[in-house]
């Protein structure tokens, strides 16, 4: 399973759930697990054989048990029905999720939750599936577990009364580090845990559920090894509230839109998300504020529930809030009647995921309305409008520039009720596309045509970060058009593994990779013992001990420890974090088994290194693992 992203963060609900599709864990639509290592299996029935699913993972904020729109996005992948598991023996926490059922129109995955699996020691998650026809189901898994040290805990109270505050967020990163965090929420009893690990925390709380409380103060607690740090924050209450509803014309309630408040100077911002009987209650400070529903994203909410082909009216409210008051701000859905379509297309082929926006003068008001939406796999877009006179229509799509219209469409007008049709959008790749190209190969070299590919952005939080490929018949495959960011690449061949396992790469606009190749070699299984059992049989690196390394106080050196499956010739290095090669710690040939290396906090000219975060990094063939380390003077 990747790597849980919170900042991916807090998603919105839409309340309704389709037909169920018999989604379960271990056999059952709840399961709780109270000791780790555990093994969770998921299976579930699809709308039709070959189809794609979303995998989304939520924490159950309110302990209701129910997706609501205050539960929190962890986790997201794609499983597609007949491509088995892609995965790296050697960072297992990088596998690519697949199905493990060769019956066309069922999932079944399993995943292994072992003792470092901080983030699951309790609460309750909600895991929900989406196919492809928009049919989804959900089950919940329920940790029981009692919390190990090192572990940051205490109570979330108000500030004014000490009375405990439930279902606050208390959210917490290590400093200097955005990618090492965790989070836990405050019970009845205002009480909270975060499994970490060692090092200085700095920790922010929300009461993003019911915000009734402003946001805390950041805060900072050192957390050593086997320690449990003990941290009470305290809230302090809003006494000012915008109130109102989200509904359709007809008086439908519309859930999970998010909404966002802000004063007119800008030094205060708050956000919160429909109910599903369309309310919703947002604290602000006293002043002027702009109150407004958002297609759009904020802070940590990826998205609002908005629904398709509506738009909002007003686009944006303006209130006068007093100490102690209590206003109202409406928002009512109405239906697009005013469209315009077209296709947008790429080396004369369709081209999915162009953003389009138009900005509309509104006939009615004279004020500017804008809307967007995103091309299909087809290239087809059908873009709601306000009647009027159309400011500008564009697309945009990272890696390519627009070629016709080169500025887009501009003195459009559009009348109530009528489409625009054939406004289409040519895109070339420009020098800052990305493209990760390579060649499947059998291991007696034998071309490998019709493999599947699998290209997963490692924050991907919708189908536009996975890409489901195959080789064409020179065994070539071509991922185009990549985002930005962290990718893994995979290929799948049952009864096959492929060398690399997993191919690593940071892509960086401007990017064109084409030597991404595979080897598949056949599956021998055996039950015979080899003469190697007992020793490793991953490639690890663990944690250096003691960290954060004083050198002058508690240690003359810190220990780092590696595993190694197999002999190989390995190179660790050590770096600063703009990158700069601090010492070679090891290079050459080791044995098969674990292995230690001492640094002493010495560069490669035998002066002392000044504080900070380093980063010390095994290499060994396509291996590459990194961790950090922590010098205090």
Not at 139 to 145: P, V
Not at 200 to 229: G, I, K
Not at 403 to 419: A, C, N
Not at 597 to 618: C, H, K, M, T
């Amino acid at each position: 399973m990747k790597t849980l992203i919170f900042y991916l963060g807090f998603l919105l609900i839409p309340a309704t759930l389709f037909a169920g599709k018999n989604l379960l864990i271990n056999g059952a639509t709840s399961h709780t697990v109270t000791t780790l290592p555990a093994t969770v299996i998921l299976t579930c029935d699809l709308a039709k054989s070959g189809n794609q699913i979303e995998l989304e993972i939520f924490l159950d904020v309110n302990h209701s048990r129910q997706l609501e729109s205050d539960d929190i996005l962890i986790d997201y992948s794609i499983i597609t029905d007949g491509i088995g598991w892609i995965r790296d023996p050697e960072n297992p926490a990088a596998d690519i999720t697949g199905d493990e059922t060769s019956v066309d129109g069922k999932i079944k995955s399993t995943f292994i939750f072992d003792e470092n699996a901080r983030f699951y020691r309790g609460g309750t998650f909600i895991i929900r599936i989406t196919d492809q026809d928009g049919s989804t189901a959900t089950a919940t898994l329920t940790f029981d577990i009692q919390p190990q040290p090192p572990l940051i805990t205490g109570k979330v109270l108000d500030f004014q009364t000490g009375a405990p505050v439930p279902d606050a967020v208390v959210f917490a990163t290590l400093k200097n580090n955005d990618y090492e965090f965790g989070f836990g929420v405050s019970e009845a009893n205002g009480d909270y845990f975060i499994n970490v690990m060692p090092g200085e925390w700095q920790v922010v709380t929300t009461d993003f559920m019911h915000n009734q409380y402003m946001p805390s103060d950041t805060l900072t607690v050192t957390v050593s090894e086997s320690e449990t740090a003990y941290l009470n924050i305290q809230l302090n209450s809003y006494n000012s509230f915008v109130v109102g509803t989200t509904k359709t014309i007809d008086g439908s309630p519309v859930a999970g839109v998010q909404i966002t408040a802000r004063t007119m100077n800008k030094t205060n911002f708050s956000f919160t998300a429909s109910n599903e009987s369309g309310e919703y209650k947002l604290g602000v400070v006293p002043g002027k504020i702009i109150v407004s529903p958002s297609m759009f994203s904020y802070s940590f909410m990826p998205t609002s529930n908005w629904p398709e082909g509506y738009f909002a009216e007003p686009d944006v409210d303006t209130v006068q809030v007093a100490a102690g008051e209590k206003k109202n701000a409406d928002f009512t859905f109405k239906p697009y009647t005013t469209f315009i379509e077209g296709i947008c297309y790429a080396e004369n082929a369709p081209l999915a995921g162009v953003e389009i926006s138009a900005f509309t003068i509104d006939v009615r008001t004279g004020l500017f309305h804008g809307s967007s939406t995103y091309s299909d796999e087809n290239g087809h877009y059908k873009l709601g409008v306000l009647p009027g006179r159309i400011a500008m229509l564009g697309g945009d799509k990272d890696s390519y520039d627009l070629v016709t219209p080169m500025f887009g469409y501009t003195g459009l007008t559009i009348e109530e009720g009528k489409t625009i049709n054939g406004k289409n959008f040519t895109f070339a790749p420009n020098n800052q596309s990305i493209s990760v190209s390579g060649q499947v190969l059998f291991e007696d070299g034998t071309v490998g045509t019709s493999i599947y590919v699998v290209a997963v952005h490692n924050d991907g939080d919708d189908r536009r970060d996975y890409r489901i490929l195959h080789t064409d018949a020179t065994g070539v495959f071509r991922a185009e058009g990549l985002e930005e960011g962290n990718w893994r690449i995979g290929v799948y061949k049952d009864g096959y593994n492929s060398e690399p396992p997993i191919f690593y790469k940071e892509l960086v606009p401007g990017t064109q990779i084409k030597n991404a190749n595979f080897t598949l070699k056949e599956q021998h299984s055996s039950t015979l013992l080899s003469e190697t059992d007992g020793l490793p049989s991953e490639f690890s690196l663990t944690q250096n001990y003691p960290n954060p390394f004083q050198p002058e106080l508690n240690s003359s050196s810190t220990q780092i420890t590696f595993n190694l499956p197999k002999p190989s010739t390995i190179e660790m290095n050590l770096f600063n974090v703009n990158g700069q090669l601090i010492k070679r710690l090891q290079a050459g040939y080791l044995n098969q088994g674990e292995h230690r290396i001492e640094w002493d906090g010495r560069n490669e000219a035998g002066l002392l290194v000044p504080s900070g975060i380093y980063f010390y990094q095994i290499t060994t063939g396509a291996k590459c693992l990194t961790r950090r380390l922590l010098i205090l003077r």
